[in-house]
Each structure stands twice: as C-alpha cells, then as structure tokens.
C-alpha cells in the first residue's frame, strides 16, 4: 500500500512538473520594458557575467601582480601559511558596484571575530590593466585606515596586474566580467573568495553584503581544507548577476528544473528504501520472494 502511494505521488510531481512547463512555454515571458529574451538564452546584458561555481579548483601559484607598494608578488605568497585567503576582484575605477562589494566586505572584517593577518588574509586585486600601483597605495590605505586594526602589509593588499595575469585569476575561481562599450565600464559580478591555505577555492560568497557568521564559517571551513557541497551549485544554477542593479535574480525555468529534479530524487530514494525494507522484512519473516509463508517442517 505504501509502495503503491508512494508511486502515486511521483507521478503527480512528474505530472505537475509537465503543466509548468507547458504553462511557461504558452503563455512566455511577463512583460518588461526591455527586450524579450527566448527561453534558455541569456540576455545580452549578462553574457558573458556571472560566478561560475569552481569549489575545489587550484589556484595558480605563480600569477604575477604588483602591490601597493610596487613590489613584484606572485600569488603564491599568500597561499604558503596556515590561514585562508580572502580574495575580492575589483576595480579601482569602477563607479558604483565594486565600491559596494569592497564596503561590504570591509563591515563583515570589522564585526567577525577573526582578524586578518592573525587569522586570515586579504588580497584585493582589480581586473582592470589601465588601474595604477598609486590607485592601489590609496585604496590600501583608505580601507586598512577603515578597518581599525593593525595589519602588516601581506595581511591586507591590494595589488594591479597584466590583463593576461590578472584573467588566469579570474578563470581559476570562475569569475567572469566584461567591458561594456554601451556603458563604458566593466560589467561584473559581485562576490568574495574564500580559499583554503593549499591554494584551493573553497567557496564563493555572492552579493554585496556578507553575513558576518557566514564569512566565520567559510574562513573555519577554508582553514580545514574543505569546500561547499553541490548545493550552493545548484542555487548559483538558479541564479543570474544583473549587472544594472548590482543583484542575482532568481530565473524561474531554472529554479522549476532544480525543484523537480530534487523532487524527483527524493521520492526515487524513498522507493529504494522502502523496497529494501520491504524485501528485509520478508527475509526475516521467512517468507518467500512471493510473500508467501514459510513451509512447516515435518
């Protein structure tokens, strides 16, 4: 009877999962007072823009930059000690979002527990070539000035390099930005990196407000070596970075998809597991494959 029920409800969600589709597909997309994108195509505002979830990836070591101080660095010293590196792309120039993003950051550093160069570091580094070593001796000094604590210069830099170099960073944690002719700036994603002290992205922390107890937990779990479940990959999936308003915005196909994905998963794990009780209880029970009862001995 459970078995029964059990089926039951799985092709109701199949079911109800169909008419969505079906609905989304008759009646399009509301409407809005810009183009209207097809479904499954993204809009030519946000191509090529996003995070794109690389948990677990490595790092390159020998990515050149220059700091604020006009030393040559590679990216390498800031991944040979025990603390986990918070790592922001920005730009220097940029008018309005990276500015958000690094305020953002900068509140989260000032409420958590935990203080850069005892127990974690900061790199900021900016993606944009023309940004100046004196562009970035400002920021530095702005932003360490704002943060209220002492730090040595490896604890808290913000540093410029080569497009070349400064695009094998962003590859590798999967950040993806562009420059926009229409609006004569960068258009980006907003969001901060947490990486491990071995060199490998932990996590991705998306917006530009930061809960201070996630940004604890990310730096603990960074500090172990470990990165976020699949989970967080299925809900970037359902998400796209608008850059006109700074924000992710829930793609409704995406979410239905994920929602009736897990939906069905979960009901199929169910029968499983109801299937292998049912045939341990029969096993106990001694009866047969049919159900049948045990033969009587003579």
């Known amino acids: 009877m459970k078995l029964s029920r059990l089926l039951r409800a799985l092709c109701l969600t199949l079911a109800v999962w169909a008419v969505a589709r079906s609905a989304e597909a008759q009646h399009g997309p509301p409407r809005s007072r810009g183009p209207v994108v097809q479904s499954g195509q993204v809009p030519e505002e946000l191509q090529g823009i996003g995070i794109e979830d690389k948990a677990g990836a490595e790092i390159p070591r ?16 800031y991944l040979d000690t025990d603390k986990p590196l918070i790592l922001v792309l920005a730009y220097y120039g940029c008018p309005m979002l990276c ?29 944009d070539p023309r ?3 004196e562009v970035a001796k400002g920021k530095r000094a702005s932003y360490v000035e704002a943060y209220g604590r002492e730090v040595d210069p490896q604890a808290f830099e913000f540093a410029v390099g080569s497009e070349a170099e400064v695009g094998r960073l962003a590859d590798a944690v999967g950040f993806r930005f562009r420059w926009s002719e229409a609006e004569n700036q960068y258009a980006h994603a907003a969001g901060i990196f947490v990486i491990t002290p071995d060199g490998k992205l932990s996590q991705a922390i998306t ?46 196909g995406r979410a239905m998809q994920v929602a009736a994905g897990v939906s069905v998963l979960g009901l199929a794990f169910l029968l499983f ?3 292998r009780t049912s045939r341990s209880r029969n096993h106990h029970d001694g009866g047969g494959p049919d159900g049948a009862e045990p033969q009587g001995h003579s």
């Open 62 to 77: 020998d990515i050149t930059l220059t700091g604020s101080d006009g030393r040559e660095l590679i990216v390498g010293e």
């Open 207 to 252: 917006g530009i407000r930061y809960e201070p107890t996630e940004v604890s937990g990310a730096l603990a779990e960074a500090k172990k070596g470990a990165w976020h479940s699949p989970l967080k990959s299925a809900l970037l999936y359902c998400f796209q970075f608008n850059p006109r308003t700074g924000k992710y915005v829930l793609v409704a």
């Open 99 to 127: 500015s958000l993003v690094l305020n953002g950051t900068m509140d989260t550093l000032k409420a958590i527990p935990e203080s850069a160069g005892k127990d974690f570091r900061v790199l900021v580094v900016s993606f």
């Open 273 to 275: 597991r109801l299937s």
């Open 131 to 133: 940004d100046k070593v």
